[in-house]
């Protein structure tokens, strides 16, 4: 018994500690999937996202730069038109002047007037002599004083180059009635005064009107900017150039004089700035975006908005969908769990039903055919243990058969009333060692030789009650005789044999007992000529229809199931039988020899 | 225990979130461009003249790079100090955030701008100071320092000897012609300020004389009667200095009118006009102070305040002079000109 209870133990140990409790909650199906799950799916998001957003901000800072550069790169291309357009009417004025005979006909003035009237940039237009002398001016006005011709590099320029000189942003000091700012071209040219040729600078002032609306238009994000610097860092245009010319504003020229043709990133505003220069070809101005920086940025912040709308979306839709997977995945296995801890706690008509997943329900059904068979056994096991328990009862009973035993005495006294002595002695002698196998001091197994012995103590003691009523006959290979029985097998059927088949019977009968090893199988065949049996009875003896009234108590039902039990089912008994011709009964079990069987040992402790 | 667990998750993604956008964005801040539009209200002396209109562009320019609604205000002339101090005390009625004010007279507006400090109204000086401790920020040139140094180029211009005449500005009526200043806080405090650097530098010289100090009400010709009038009582007059933009525009038009080449003058404030009296020679010098400079760090300087941020007590924008010699020189230009278009 103590054995199965190893087996299967029916109240599991209790885990000790809240400790392991709390791990085992760590270690949970759904806290595991949902950590794992969770961990993965934001992991990949955020690297996912943090490269899409240097992919798409670096795009983003990439086509603001190529956007700045292209515009900067239209505003050149505009303004280079422009230097040219402007080039042309100097040539187109020098080419009046120097082909007019004579410099003061009204013709020529007028010409220069409608010139000047074509372009409304256009301030005026002047020839001096080379020492300063006005020679002609459209519109007229008065020349001031102190005009300080001299150190103005428009009229200084000419001398050095025989290009079309452009000069910086002046204020220009010449005429009455304006102070304005222009950039003067101007060149050496020639005219005739009174059919003389005559050298002169030719100078021709435009103001910024047209510089400002092309520059103006402008726009590099809402603070952006472009701005003109003539070759020497004078400010042509800025959109803020009243700032800077009353030194407000700081405009850091110098790395833009440095290169013609550049972008890069200024900090020395303290703001991070994109710049890029080019250059005009024909003046040496240099136009130069601005853009800002945080501007350009400003995509990057709104794809950062994003990014994180989209990751926070992410994150939460993974927890919620990790922590509902993981709760359709780990609930029946909980449930499982649940109902197989009531079978573990000794309800085993728990009925297991749990639907989930296909494994969990495969789980579960599987587990409920084991705990149909586990049932199945729990019942078998008890009916063999009553049946064993009853036999073994039996048995103790027939050991100690008082009827038996009275009846054995009784033959004895006739026996020693009429003197006959060595019979009593023959008798006790049985009588005794009879009862030593029968007890066997308590073993329920024994070996075919006590067992044969034991019988042959029986059969002498019947035969002197039945007078010789009977002959017995006990045959046994030699080989047979170590091997194991359970005790008290045979008796039973020879007392069967005795009473219901020779006792009646009138002539001598005839009991033989043949053992012998077959096959591995000990078969120990019982023959008596007795009265034999019907069918009926034949077939009623094993499944207990009928009931035999006297004899020891101990049926040859119990005999084949104590076999049973002990060797296994497909052992026992057989009988052939005969009406009138007598019946033999068969004994089949294994051919066992171990004495040290441990069954043996349990069977031996009292009960 | 679903709660729970539910709570726990929600953080979890709270927590999340909050790492992830923080590594991102952070906000810049410059002055002006992140919050809502300020109502500044500019007083300033007088509403004609080209003093006061450049010192109103560097002002819009200011209002237009710092989100400004700009309110500017002037009386008619440089005297009708009750109109300014209405203005004031309408600006604060009116709420503004901050109020930038050219006192016409140094006490007179005290008062006023003690009440706009009562209100919480901070009150910018620009140009002319005003009695005030309440005062946030002064915005202007040194007028002691630009008296100083008129007085001393004409003094050179005459060799150190002669007869000089004053023509200065002031609101004050008191001042009747050919007094001297009797109670210089009613005036306003520009005006004071450059006549006493003039005098005490002309002081030095025992053979200057300073004869007369006459005073216009911020009209040409007023200024014009008032230089005849000198002209007339000082036939030995050698040199004229005015002390503002009116008074040099008055002046050097007799000077110019009347072909008086002996009449040295020192003029004051730039105007195109002014450059050309310079360019003939009608004017020998004139010193100019920033007007464009002031009007524009006075707004940017209220911004500032109403910002919270520190502003410096004094910004000394500074004054030159300018002669026939250094006006062209390139630097000269841009701060005799700055309007390009």
């Known amino acids: 018994m103590s054995m199965k209870k190893a087996f299967f133990p029916l109240r599991p140990e209790r885990p000790k500690g809240g400790k392991l409790r709390l791990s085992s909650k760590l270690r949970s199906i759904q806290f595991l999937i949902t950590v794992t799950f969770t961990t993965v799916a934001v992991l990949v998001a955020v690297i996912v996202s943090f490269m899409l957003y240097n992919k798409f901000a670096k795009t983003a800072e990439d086509n603001a730069n190529l956007n700045m550069q292209q515009i900067i790169e239209q505003v050149n291309y505009n303004l280079e038109l422009y230097v ?156 803020q150039q009243q700032l800077i010319y009353a030194g407000l504003k700081y405009e850091n020229v110098e790395p833009v004089l440095e290169y013609a043709y550049r972008s890069y990133l200024d900090e020395s505003t303290g703001e991070k700035r994109f710049i890029t220069v080019r250059t005009l070809a024909q003046t040496g101005w240099k136009i130069v975006g601005v853009a800002y920086y945080d501007e350009i940025v400003t995509t990057k912040r709104d794809l950062n908005q994003f990014l994180a709308g989209f990751l926070a979306v992410v994150i939460l839709g993974v927890i919620i969908a990790s922590v509902l997977m993981s709760a359709l995945i780990a609930s029946p296995i909980r449930k499982l769990e649940r109902t197989v801890k009531l079978v573990g706690e000794g309800d085993l008509n728990t009925p297991i039903d749990v639907s989930g997943t296909y494994e969990v329900e495969q789980l579960s059904k599987r587990f409920n055919l084991m705990l149909q068979r586990i049932r199945q056994l729990m019942d078998q096991i008890i009916y063999e243990q009553e049946t064993k328990r009853k036999g073994e009862l039996e048995v103790l009973q027939s050991q ?182 007598g019946t033999t009964v068969t004994i089949t079990f294994p051919a066992l020899i171990n004495q040290e069987d441990p069954i043996d040992k349990e069977g031996g402790t009292p009960e | 225990m679903k709660k729970v667990r539910f709570g726990l998750t929600l953080l979890l993604c709270i927590a999340l979130w909050v790492t992830v956008t923080s590594c991102f964005s952070a906000t810049p801040t410059y002055i002006g461009k992140s919050s809502e539009t ?75 701008v003690d009440k706009a400090s009562y209100y919480k109204i901070p009150v910018i000086s620009v140009d002319a100071e005003v009695g005030s401790a309440r005062v946030t920020t002064y915005v202007g040139a040194n007028s002691y320092e630009a008296g100083q140094k008129s007085a001393e180029r004409l003094i050179k211009l005459l060799n150190g000897y002669g007869e000089i005449g004053i023509i200065n500005f002031t609101n004050s009526s008191s001042h009747e012609e050919g007094e001297s200043s009797s109670s210089m ?66 002046a050097a038009k007799v000077i110019q009118n009347s072909e008086l080449d002996n009449i040295k003058m020192v003029a004051f404030d730039s105007s195109p006009a002014m450059m050309e009296l310079l360019q003939d020679g009608t004017v020998q010098a004139a010193v100019i102070q920033n007007p464009f ?43 005799l000109f700055p309007f390009v278009r």
């Open chain 1, 84 to 239: 040219k357009g402007m080039r042309n009417i100097y040539e187109k004025a020098e080419e009046q002047i120097s082909q007019t005979s004579s410099i003061d006909t009204p013709l020529l003035k007028e010409r220069l007037s409608t010139l000047r009237e074509t372009r409304e940039d256009l301030v005026s237009v002047a020839l001096f002599t080379p020492q300063g002398k006005l020679v002609l001016d459209v519109p007229s006005t008065t020349m001031r004083n102190n005009t300080q011709l001299g150190n103005q590099s428009w009229f200084t320029a000419p001398t050095r180059t025989s290009e079309i000189s452009f000069s910086p942003p002046h204020i220009q000091n010449l005429f009455k009635n304006q102070y304005t700012w222009v950039v003067s071209m101007s060149k050496l040219v020639q005219y005739k005064e009174n059919g003389v040729h005559k050298t002169g600078i030719l100078l021709i002032d435009f103001n910024f009107r047209t510089i400002d609306e092309l520059s103006k238009q402008v726009k590099l994000g809402k603070r952006g900017y472009a701005y003109i610097l003539d070759p020497l860092g004078n400010i042509v245009y800025h959109p």
């Open chain 2, 38 to 112: 300020r109502n500044i209200h500019m007083i300033v002396k007088m509403n004609r003249g080209e003093y006061w209109n450049t010192v109103k562009q560097g002002a819009e320019a200011a209002a237009k790079e710092f989100n400004v609604n700009l309110t500017f205000k002037a009386p008619n002339s440089e005297s009708d100090v009750m109109d300014q101090i209405q203005m004031v005390e309408d600006s604060i009625t009116a709420k503004a955030d901050a109020i930038i004010l050219a006192a016409s007279s140094y006490m007179g507006l005290a008062q006023v």
């Open chain 1, 400 to 581: 100690i058969n008082p009827h038996f035993l009275y009846n054995t005495l009784n033959s004895v006294i006739r026996l020693a009333e009429r003197g006959k002595t060595d019979e009593v002695v023959t008798m006790i002698q049985s009588l005794s060692k009879f009862f030593r196998i029968s007890l066997s001091k308590g073993k329920n197994i024994i070996t075919i030789q006590e067992e044969l012995d034991h019988i042959r103590h029986y059969l002498v003691i019947q035969s002197f009650r039945f007078k010789n009523k009977f002959r017995f006959e006990i045959t046994a290979d030699e080989e047979v005789l170590p091997y194991q029985t359970i005790k008290l097998i045979l008796q039973p059927i020879v007392e069967n044999a005795l009473y219901h088949g020779i006792e009646m019977m009138p002539d001598e009968g005839l009991i033989s007992i043949q053992a012998k090893l077959k096959e591995g199988l000990i078969e120990i065949s019982i023959c008596d000529n007795g009265l034999g049996m019907s069918e009926e009875i034949l077939n009623g003896i094993l499944t207990g229809g009928s009931k035999s009234g006297g004899g020891s108590g101990v049926g040859v039902r119990n005999v084949n199931e104590r076999i049973g039990l002990y060797f296994g089912r497909e052992y026992g008994l057989s009988f052939e039988s005969e009406i009138e011709e």
């Open chain 2, 293 to 335: 400079s002031n009007g524009y760090l006075a707004v940017k300087h209220a911004v500032e305040v109403t910002e919270g941020l520190d502003v410096p007590d004094r910004v000394d924008t500074g004054t030159k002079l300018i002669d026939l010699e250094n006006m062209l020189w390139p630097e000269n230009q841009k701060l």
């Open chain 2, 185 to 250: 806080d009613i005036g306003a405090r520009d005006a004071d300020e450059r006549e006493k650097g003039f005098l005490n530098y002309a002081a030095r010289y025992p053979d200057v004389h300073v004869v007369q100090i006459s005073y216009t009400n911020s009209e040409i010709k007023d200024a014009e009667d008032l230089t005849r009038l000198m002209l007339i009582k000082h036939p030995n007059l050698r040199g004229i200095a005015t002390l503002n933009e009116i008074a040099s525009q008055g």
